[in-house]
């Protein structure tokens, strides 16, 4: 008997409730074996906190996935979020082609940006060799703001369908095969996520909370890895997700100067529960 083993490639920000501090205790709560490979370290993640420490992993990586290949290591999926440099998008591109199993899962979230601005550190060269990581993989878990950069669109905080479809249009045109976007919002006070698998939409819409956190993108991207590998189709797998991260935000939202993050913990068995179901 096996069960599944996942490969997760993205930072450690050591403070911070961000990346692979979020990333792994989700995944392995998941019933996942996961597996890291920081791409970077950071003292803090990026957002609010200035003077923070930055090591680039990237010359590390071949060796890392050489020894891999020698010990004949390999993953039932693979998912990258926060990425070091352009140059580490090279080596994560050949990290996934030699160690994701041929019927394996990849998911992509081209974690960059946010609010219609890149986050510190990244520019436009960052952008086009996102999209060719974007084009290898089974699903691309953007925000609106990182699917207008990829789709070379602009950002826009009010829109409508046809913008949305727009913006999945020019994402499929680049390779992405699923597509799933969050912070999707036609309504007041509602927003949702937009599923684009075999080119069929559906929408989970849900409420707007009052307040938002840092951190969130991880968290529903971890969370959606996790019930995607658990067998759940995409179109359940991202409502799971979304229904975790409001716990999660609500549950933040009750605690006093945790402006950073999201407690993503004390709400962890309402996912387990959801992804039991
Ligand atoms: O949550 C995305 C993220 C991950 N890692 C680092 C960040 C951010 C967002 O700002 O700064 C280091």
């Given at each position: 008997?096996?069960?599944?083993?996942?490969?997760?490639?993205?930072?450690?920000?050591?403070?911070?409730?961000?990346?692979?501090?979020?990333?792994?205790?989700?995944?392995?709560?998941?019933?996942?074996?996961?597996?890291?490979?920081p791409?970077?370290?950071?003292?803090?993640?990026?957002?609010?906190?200035?003077?923070?420490?930055?090591?680039?992993?990237?010359?590390?990586?071949?060796?890392?996935?050489?020894?891999?290949?020698?010990?004949?290591?390999?993953?039932?999926?693979?998912?990258?979020?926060?990425?070091?440099?352009?140059?580490?998008?090279?080596?994560?591109?050949?990290?996934?082609?030699?160690?994701?199993?041929a019927e394996?899962?990849?998911?992509?979230?081209?974690?960059?940006?946010?609010?219609?601005?890149?986050?510190?550190?990244?520019?436009?060269?960052?952008?086009?060799?996102?999209?060719?990581?974007?084009?290898?993989?089974?699903?691309?878990?953007?925000?609106?703001?990182?699917?207008?950069?990829?789709?070379?669109?602009?950002?826009?905080?009010?829109?409508?369908?046809?913008?949305?479809?727009?913006?999945?249009?020019?994402?499929?045109?680049?390779?992405?095969k699923?597509?799933?976007?969050?912070?999707?919002?036609?309504?007041?006070?509602?927003?949702?996520?937009?599923?684009?698998?075999?080119?069929?939409?559906?929408?989970?819409e849900?409420?707007?909370?009052?307040?938002?956190?840092?951190?969130?993108?991880?968290?529903?991207?971890?969370?959606?890895?996790?019930?995607?590998?658990?067998?759940?189709?995409?179109?359940?797998?991202?409502?799971?997700?979304?229904?975790?991260?409001?716990?999660?935000?609500?549950?933040?939202?009750?605690?006093?100067?945790?402006?950073?993050?999201?407690?993503?913990e004390?709400?962890?068995?309402?996912?387990?529960?959801?992804?039991?179901?």
């Amino acid at each position: 008997m096996t069960y599944p083993k996942l490969l997760t490639i993205q930072d450690i920000s050591c403070v911070g409730q961000c990346s692979l501090t979020v990333a792994l205790p989700i995944i392995s709560a998941c019933g996942i074996e996961t597996c890291v490979l920081p791409s970077a370290v950071l003292s803090t993640h990026t957002a609010g906190f200035s003077g923070y420490t930055f090591r680039d992993l990237t010359e590390d990586m071949p060796a890392i996935n050489a020894h891999w290949q020698k010990e004949g290591i390999c993953f039932d999926a693979v998912y990258t979020g926060y990425l070091g440099s352009t140059k580490q998008i090279d080596y994560v591109k050949m990290i996934l082609d030699t160690t994701k199993k041929a019927e394996g899962l990849s998911v992509v979230d081209p974690a960059m940006a946010d609010n219609g601005k890149l986050y510190p550190g990244f520019d436009m060269a960052f952008v086009e060799a996102m999209r060719s990581l974007c084009a290898k993989a089974d699903f691309v878990v953007p925000n609106i703001t990182e699917a207008a950069l990829l789709a070379d669109l602009p950002y826009k905080t009010v829109y409508d369908r046809e913008y949305i479809d727009q913006l999945l249009a020019k994402l499929t045109a680049l390779g992405c095969k699923g597509i799933i976007l969050t912070g999707v919002s036609y309504a007041e006070g509602r927003t949702g996520i937009v599923v684009l698998e075999n080119g069929k939409y559906a929408y989970y819409e849900h409420e707007l909370l009052p307040n938002s956190c840092h951190g969130t993108g991880d968290i529903y991207a971890s969370a959606l890895v996790g019930a995607l590998v658990r067998g759940k189709s995409a179109y359940d797998a991202a409502a799971i997700a979304a229904n975790y991260t409001m716990e999660c935000i609500k549950a933040t939202a009750k605690l006093d100067n945790h402006w950073y993050g999201a407690a993503f913990e004390p709400v962890l068995g309402k996912l387990i529960a959801a992804i039991e179901a």
